[in-house]
């Protein structure tokens, strides 16, 4: 009797704590959700901005933007609505693989010359 009592207790803990990482992985997958929302929003709005500057004070118009991104898009050899990804570049100092992006060598902290300001 006591055996299966505790039995059953265990199993309802378990079945407890199941659900309590459940909850805290939806709870992490929805902040890192709402985190990549935020950036994308924050990226919009800046690319706004910036396209409005240059269009008042250059007076670049949309087929001037268009025809960039056209540009920019083929420099892949395909235009297919995606920026082209550099390659991994190796560091000077250790030749490792740096980060597609990196200002440093994540594991020697050599600065990387040719930072793209564009990497995400
Ligand atoms: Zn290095």
């Not at 240059?54 to 920026?83: C, F, M, P, Q, Y």
Request: glycine share 8%; net charge negative.
């Amino acid at each position: 009797m006591w055996g299966y009592g505790n039995e059953a207790a265990d199993a309802v803990r378990h079945r407890r704590a199941a659900d309590l990482q459940s909850q805290i992985e939806s709870s992490r997958t929805r902040r890192a959700s709402d985190d990549v929302e935020d950036r994308l929003d924050r990226h919009v709005l800046l690319t706004e901005a910036m396209w409005e500057l240059l269009a008042e004070r250059l007076g670049l118009t949309s087929a001037d933007l268009a025809a960039k991104v056209l540009e920019i898009d083929g420099r892949s050899g395909a235009v297919n609505g995606k920026r082209e990804v550099a390659p991994a570049r190796r560091c000077p100092s250790c030749d490792a693989a740096v980060t597609v992006g990196a200002r440093t060598c994540q594991f020697c902290g050599e600065p990387m010359d040719g930072h793209d300001p564009f990497a995400v």
